[in-house]
C-alpha cells in the first residue's frame, strides 16, 4: 500500500522558464557574445559531465561549484573584466529569482490530492541549496514533510543513501513510497536501488526505463492512477 509519494523537481515537478540554456544565451546575447540556445546547451551538457560533483570543497550546483561551470558554458575570455564580471553576476541573480521557475501542468493538483490522501510527501532533488527558497515562492514548500537538496545533502541521485535519507525522514519503508522523476538512471534506477519503487515521467514514450518502472505521460496520469495505488 502506497504512503508516501517522493518527487524530483526539475523536468518533474517544474523548472526554469525559460530554459536555463535559453537563460544563459540570451544572458551572453546581451553581454555580446554571440552564441544561440542549442550551442549553449551542447555547452552545458559537455560541462556538466566533464565536471566532478565537488570542486575544491564546492559541491555541484552551489554557487563556488558553478563559478568553475560557467566558464566551460560561456566564452568568459572573450569580454574584458567588467562586461565579464556583470554577466555572471546577472546569471546568478536569474537563477536566484523564484520568479524565473514554473510548475508544471497538473503538479499542484497532485499535491493537493496527495494531500487529501493522507500521503506523506518528500523532494529528492539534484538542485541547489536555493531551492526550498523557490518552492516557497511557487506556495509548496509546505506540501513537503521532506526535502533534499543534493548540494545541501552533498550527495546526488542515483546515489541511494539520498534515497535512503527520504525514507527515514518520511518513516516509511520503500515498499511505501513511489518516487516519481524524469530521469531512467537518477531517478528511476537511483530509486530502485534503495528499495524504492519508481515512476518515469516521459512524454515521449522514448526513455529506456528499467524493469518495473511505472511509465506515464505527465503528472495527470499519475493523479487519475494515485487512488488505486493507495488502496490496499
Known amino acids: 500500500m502506497l504512503r508516501a509519494l517522493s518527487l524530483d523537481f526539475g523536468g518533474t515537478l517544474g523548472g526554469e522558464s525559460p530554459a536555463r540554456w535559453e537563460i544563459y544565451a540570451e544572458e551572453a546575447r546581451r553581454a555580446g557574445l554571440d552564441l544561440d540556445a542549442d550551442e549553449v546547451m551542447r555547452r552545458m551538457v559537455a560541462a556538466h559531465d566533464a565536471l566532478p560533483a565537488e570542486i575544491e570543497g564546492a559541491f555541484r550546483y552551489t554557487p563556488e561549484w558553478f563559478t568553475h561551470f560557467i566558464p566551460r558554458v560561456l566564452p568568459l575570455e572573450e569580454l ?37 490522501l493522507g500521503l506523506r510527501l518528500a523532494l529528492v532533488s539534484n538542485w541547489g ?9 511557487l506556495g509548496i514548500l509546505d506540501r513537503f514533510d ?4 543534493s548540494a545541501v545533502e552533498r550527495l546526488e541521485k542515483p546515489d541511494p543513501r539520498l534515497f535512503t535519507r527520504a525514507l527515514e525522514g518520511l518513516g516509511v519503508t520503500g515498499d511505501e513510497v513511489l518516487h516519481v522523476g524524469d530521469h531512467p538512471e537518477k531517478d528511476a534506477r537511483g530509486a530502485q536501488g534503495a528499495g524504492l519503487r519508481a515512476a518515469l515521467v516521459d512524454a515521449s514514450g522514448t526513455m529506456q526505463a528499467p524493469t518495473g518502472t511505472l511509465r506515464l505521460r505527465d503528472l495527470h496520469q499519475l493523479t487519475a492512477l494515485l487512488p488505486g495505488l493507495c488502496r490496499p
Open 80 to 116: 574584458d573584466g567588467p562586461p565579464r564580471e556583470a554577466l555572471v553576476e546577472r546569471l546568478f541573480e536569474r537563477f536566484a529569482d523564484p520568479s524565473t521557475y514554473r510548475l508544471v501542468a497538473g503538479a499542484r493538483d497532485l499535491l493537493e490530492l496527495a494531500g487529501d
Open 129 to 137: 541549496p536555493g531551492l526550498p527558497r523557490t518552492l516557497e515562492a
Open 146 to 149: 521532506v526535502v533534499l537538496v
